[in-house]
Nanobody, 123 residues
């Protein structure tokens, strides 16, 4: 019943921008904690940014603060990740995830996952 679908990935040069979107069916983002994670080849999946459901507070990994912004469109039931000033080290598969429990930045604590969107930053 629950499905998360990411879109908006692609190839961009260093310093460029991309905007990822996550569309949900079977659940309402406003009633769940959600987060963006990323995983590069040979690396562990890591937390990038998140949005809490109760008050809409945001959280960011130190590596992306000031460059990435997570937001929610309550009408469309979508969540976006605006990525500016992209760096080669941002290259990874980005995943949208939703938790059915308390706020957390631990990937294994999340219940629902999208299929992933490839982001490649290269000149």
């Amino acid at each position: 019943q629950v499905q998360l679908v990411e879109s908006g990935g692609g190839l961009v040069q260093p310093g460029g921008s991309l905007r990822l979107s996550c569309a949900a069916s079977g659940l309402t983002f406003m009633q769940h904690n959600m987060a963006w994670f990323r995983q590069a080849p040979g690396k562990e999946r890591e937390f990038v940014a998140g949005l809490t459901w109760i008050i809409g507070s945001t959280a960011y990994a130190d590596s992306v603060k000031g460059r990435f912004v997570v937001s929610r469109d309550n009408v469309k039931n979508t969540v976006a990740l605006q990525m500016d000033n992209l760096k080669p080290e941002d290259t990874a598969v980005y995943y949208c995830a939703v938790s059915t429990a308390a706020w957390t930045i631990v990937a294994s604590d999340y219940t629902y996952w999208g299929q992933g969107a490839q982001v490649t930053v290269s000149s």
